[in-house]
């Protein structure tokens, strides 16, 4: 069994359900989110949400003999960013409490992150 997906409409949705706005104001609201946040990772700056977590680009390394997986070739790699995000303490604690029995995964008992 696939993971189920929560999709922009499905945001909307349940924003919707929570305040009874119009879905149109909630979805310009979504959208005026997403591209704030995307203009300023552009600027490479940090996106924090409190108790969410935190959103930044890093910048990786040049590297002169990454592999083609596809061809098995040799290719220099120029460096170039990628987007990183480092979940919140509530959101850390949040996941650790969920069971991975339901999807037949066995853990040993420790204790959560910190």
């Known amino acids: 069994m696939s993971p189920q997906k929560l999709s922009r ?4 949705d349940a924003v919707w359900q929570k305040t009874g ?17 995307k203009a300023a990772l552009e ?12 959103f930044s680009i ?6 002169l003999n990454a592999l083609n997986p596809k061809t098995r ?7 170039h960013g990628v987007c990183s995000f480092k979940p ?3 959101l850390k604690m949040m996941a650790w409490k969920i069971d991975g029995g339901a999807a037949g ?3 040993p008992d420790s204790a959560p992150p910190q």
């Open 9 to 12: 409409i499905g945001l909307i």
């Open 58 to 63: 890093r910048i990786r390394k040049p590297r």
């Open 21 to 37: 706005m119009d879905k149109r104001d909630i979805a310009e609201c979504y959208d005026t989110v997403v591209e704030t946040i």
């Open 73 to 79: 070739e040799l290719v220099p790699v120029r460096p």
């Open 88 to 90: 919140g303490t509530e």
């Open 43 to 54: 600027r490479q700056m940090t996106v924090e949400l409190r108790g969410f977590g935190t």
């Open 105 to 107: 995964i066995a853990a």
